[in-house]
Each structure stands twice: as structure tokens, then as C-alpha cells.
């Protein structure tokens, strides 16, 4: 069936360091990927998505690339900040229109 | 403003009691789910309802149930016969079932902890 892999965690990073989360995915047809960020005690937000191979979403200087080729949609921020500390989800949509899960990596930003 | 509201923020029952869970959302949307999500872990989908009076079991319904009597209304009766309750629960709406880039939106969650 379809999954959705994630990095483990924790990933710590200083203030300004460039982040990169790896998600690969295994999917039948053509999913729809996500990216959702929890923060602590909080339900999930959705920071941004890409619905077709090549697409790049981005949001609040996330971004990530649709690569069919890889089968990936990894996450990445240039320069992050203490407040970006939270967990983040990588998920994809499966054929029955139910969202599949990765198991979540938690971010750690150091002033 | 729009959104899913979820009551309580935290709940705490004696073993061996029901215990029901709201999930409120004004967003107008067809789809509802809910995913229970224990610490450190990934989110596991209990039951989802893509229409008023239908629902549909995900892969840990075993000891919880649902109604859907109204578009804007999605509670989760956790009963008395789930071994393991104590977790956080989330509630999630969508405008359609998810896929083709209908992404999910969620309350605020709700930790239960039976003792």
C-alpha cells in the first residue's frame, strides 16, 4: 500500500542554519503531497502542498519539489529561525482520497 | 472567522466510562475526520465521513464510534471498550474527501487521559 517515510528526529539546528527534512514517498498513480507543522500542544497546519510532478510549494520561506523521478518532497528553509521549532509532517493523498502519514520529525532551533 | 472547534482541550475520565469528544466546524465542508496521535508518533485515522449520515471506519475504529447527523458536527464517543484511550485527538474537515490537492484542515485537538 501507499507510505510515507519521513527523517527520524530530532533534527537540531542554530539559528540560521539551512534546514532540509527528507520525505519519500511509495504511491500507486499520481498523490498529491503535503507538508502540515504542528506546534507544541497545537493541531496540525498545513504549510504547503504540490498536487503534480515537478510542482514547487512554498510557504513562509518553506519549500518544497514534487520529484516523481526520486518519488520525494523534501522540505527545505534557507535560514531558519527559533520559532520554526515544531513537528513536521510529510503526508500524501492515496487513491481513496485518505491522507497518508509520515510519522512526523521534530525540529529543534538553538539561538 | 472560520474554523474547527474542538471541546474540551483536556478531558479526564475513570476507566471504564464513555466518553464523547466535539468536533464543531463552520467551513462548510462535506468531509470529516478524526486521527488520534499518541506522543512521538504519526497521526492514525479512527473514522472519516465524507457526507451527512454516512462514516466509515479507518484503521483503528476498534473501540470508538460516530455520528453525522449534521454537515457541521462530528463527535467521537470514545467507550469504555478501548484499551489504550489516554491520547491527543484531532479533528479534521475538508472541503472534498482528501486527494487532488484538497488538503485538510484541523482544530486544536483535544488530550484525553483516562485513569
Known amino acids: 500500500g501507499d507510505s510515507v517515510t519521513q527523517m527520524e528526529g530530532p533534527v537540531t539546528l542554530s539559528e540560521e542554519a539551512f534546514l532540509t527534512i527528507n520525505c519519500t514517498y511509495t504511491?500507486?498513480?499520481?498523490?498529491?503531497l503535503f507538508w502540515y507543522v504542528q506546534y507544541p500542544g497545537e493541531g496540525l497546519q498545513l504549510l504547503l502542498k504540490?498536487?503534480?510532478a515537478d510542482d514547487k510549494g512554498s510557504n513562509k520561506g518553506f519549500e518544497a519539489t514534487y520529484r516523481k523521478e526520486t518519488t520525494s518532497f523534501h522540505l527545505e528553509k534557507g535560514s531558519v529561525q527559533v520559532s520554526d521549532s515544531a513537528v513536521y509532517f510529510c503526508a500524501l493523498s492515496d487513491s481513496n482520497y485518505q491522507l497518508i502519514w509520515g510519522a512526523g520529525t521534530k525540529l529543534i532551533i538553538k539561538p | 472567522d472560520g474554523g474547527i472547534t474542538q471541546s474540551p482541550k483536556y478531558l479526564f475520565r475513570k476507566e471504564g466510562q464513555n466518553v464523547t469528544l466535539s468536533c464543531e466546524q463552520n467551513?462548510?465542508?462535506?468531509?470529516m475526520y478524526w486521527y488520534r496521535q499518541d506522543p512521538g508518533q504519526g497521526l492514525r485515522l479512527i473514522y472519516y465521513?465524507?457526507?451527512?449520515?454516512?462514516?466509515q471506519k479507518g484503521d483503528i475504529a476498534e473501540g470508538y464510534s460516530v455520528s453525522r447527523e449534521k454537515k457541521e458536527s462530528f463527535p467521537l464517543t470514545v467507550t469504555s471498550a478501548q484499551k489504550n484511550p489516554t491520547a491527543f485527538y484531532l479533528c479534521a474537515s475538508s472541503t472534498r474527501p482528501a486527494g487532488q490537492g484538497y488538503e485538510q484542515y484541523f482544530g486544536p485537538g483535544t488530550r484525553l487521559t483516562v485513569t
Open positions: 504540490a498536487t503534480k
Open positions: 467551513l462548510n465542508h462535506d468531509a
Open positions: 465521513s465524507q457526507i451527512v449520515n454516512d462514516f
Open positions: 504511491a500507486t498513480g499520481y498523490p498529491s
